[in-house]
């Protein structure tokens, strides 16, 4: 094998293609990216937090990856001198009709070996966070935040020194077989590849389905809508206040989060995106976006077994008093006065026929080609061990 293409610019593909260049001396690797800047997406929007693995289903791909890449981006960015702050994180339980999800999270988090975790009373709450209201939490000490662009970057620097290629500004039309080999369509002459790796993010239906005609599961945003906490009133929490997750859905609720500019936010809802890239305070529409939600059976089978989270997350959107009601059960000194609207993200959430949210990473390889077909959260913080994961499964030498 001579030559492999990586489609996608962001963290997940930017960390292939810098494992594939670190591990096969002389393999020609070039990275497509159709925006004109690295990370213009999911990566770029993002809260920052490096998860250290409370959440993921014992034994699963996301449980496995986030302990593995928590550990491998925490070194890389000592390596690199790019942030990274163990501010920790409290998940908190505010009433005791939570009592019998916050154990079950309890028990999942200590089977994926979450480092330092320790349960907390009422009082231990505010030893940790001395703004902070409930009956019970755990306590993350070793979760982290770091700036993913940054990182992102890095490995893309990596990529060129190693002589690998980064193209931005490329969007990919097609990839047709040719002899063996895999014709990826691009402007200009089309580049030639022995394997392509797609990292596509919000595009991963789409590109799947113009390579092996498969669009499955298809890909549903949401976007998420953060608020900034100005003025003093951001120091009242020190690193993340979280509250515990529904297990239905894969987001994981409003929260407070520190970032590594020692800004304070408060974010992010889940509300359906009208476009995927709906990343302005004043989103838009558009229509093909749109199209491909609602003529997907997966959407609407979704949309009539949680219409009801659905309005509530709609109301919250449109108002920020709705939005800040929610997340002052966690720090009830923060005021409406306080807060202002912030950046928002778009969450690439793969959704099968049948209406179910795909919860664990999808990664497929056949024929030449390897599809990253779901990679939400936490991708960012398993982006070298996804990467890792991916490469070992790609036959490189006559080694798969």
Partial sequence: MDSITVVGGGIVGLAVARELTRRYDGLRVVVLEKEPRLAAHQTGHNSGVVHAGIYYRPGSLKARLCALGRDLLRDYCEEHALPYV?????????????????????????????PGLVRLDATGIRDVEPHAAGIAALHSPRTAITDYTAVAEAFAREVTAAGGEVRLGTLVSGVARRGGRLEV??????????????????EADRLGRIVDGHDEPRIVPFRGEYLAVRGPRRELVRGMVYPVPDPRYPFLGVHFTRRVDGSLEVGPNAVLALRRDGYGVVPGLRLADVRSTVTWPGFWRMARTH??????????????????????????????????????????????????????????????????RNAPSPAATSSLAIARHVVDGIPVGGRA
Avoid: M
């Fill in 185 to 202: 369509r691009v402007p200009g002459e089309p580049l030639v590849a022995d394997h392509v790796v797609l990292c596509a993010g919000l």
């Fill in 307 to 372: 219409w009801r989270t659905g309005a509530v997350e709609a109301w919250g959107s449109l108002s920020k008093q709705a939005y800040l009601r929610v997340a002052r059960r966690y720090v009830p000194e923060i005021q409406v006065a306080d807060v202002v609207r912030a950046g928002a993200g778009v969450r690439a959430q793969a959704v099968e026929r049948d209406g179910t949210l795909v919860d664990d990473f999808r990664i497929v390889t056949g024929d030449g080609v390897t599809s990253v």
């Fill in 86 to 114: 163990e501010c920790g994180k409290l998940v908190v339980a505010v009433s005791e009709a939570e009592r019998g999800r916050f154990d079950a999270l309890e028990r999942t988090a200590r089977d994926n070996g979450v």
